[in-house]
């Protein structure tokens, strides 16, 4: 008994070492790894599934034109010079009549079939983007989650910070690697495609096309993704946030409608402007804006880069890093991201108080 009093009195006396609180960065990992977990299917599966049926349409196409081709050779339609046939088709024959113009634009039309097939992941990325911000407030309060989160030590600004990183940082991340991986794929399928017609794909689609280049513009356009999205990103987390029922009808209709009123009343006129502007700067700024290419909505930047485009082989040209943020020198995107920035901040309030089922 007297031994255990001892030991008692001696912890008692020993100095304990103060708890640290966790830091900022390590809570926001958890989070992000919470909302990670939660919408994998969105954010990891979804881009992979986009790329891969499109590389499966690709190869269908594949097929497709060979079947065609051969059935073409053998009813004696398919014949080109006397010496090039589909059947088993010559591409290193092909290509030797072709001069330095036309395999230029060979090589553009390659770089602009490499950068569609990359294209199919990031088309989702909008789509999980949207759906994600406007269930991201709603939905805890809809399953009553919300009440055990906030029973934990984060703040409401470190969960409603988490979600916006997910959406603006981490599900385009994943969305270019995938589109990166589904460009190379499509590569390697067309070299297949080369190699059994007698081509060399190491000159014939590897040399003359950019994908380093391609994926490097893909990669520099997550900054300006995550910038330009906000408008939307905020105004569907604010929807998120409010309603107490039907977030996607709110977060539609109030744009839509509010654009319907300013055409009906021509009240735009008061300030000199179209309608048009409305509808393209509130209305589609508010709603699509989380659409990767959404900000060839700015005239300028629209005209910038058709401008550098008059033939295939000028496509690599225009997508270039400095091209692609140019839009970072527009009004139209520096405005936008602080109103984006103000309808997050109102979301971080409203959910402070916001629990109803």
Known sequence: MNTSVDAMAMDAERPRTPRVAPHATHKLKLLLRREFWEHKGGFFWAPIWAGGISLVMLLMAMVVAEVAGRRAVSEGRMQIDGDIHVNGLDLSALTSHMDAEAMRNWAGGLDIAMFSWAMWPMVVLGFVVFFYCLGSLYDERKDRSVLFWKSLPVSDRDTVLSKLASAVLVAP???????????FCFLVMIS????????NPLTLVWGLGSPLKIAACLIALIPVYAVWSLPTVGWLMLCSAWSKSKPFLWALLVPVFSGIVVSWFGLMNVFNLDTGWFWRNIVARGLVSVFPGSWYMNDSVREH???????PGDFVNAIQIGKSWAIFGTAELWIGAAVG???IYAAIRLRRWRDEG
């Open 173 to 183: 991340v994943l969305a270019v690697a995938a589109a990166i991986v589904t460009m």
């Open 341 to 343: 920035a103000a309808m």
């Open 305 to 311: 880069a058709s401008s550098h485009i008059n033939n």
């Open 192 to 199: 297949a495609f080369a190699l059994l017609h007698g081509a």
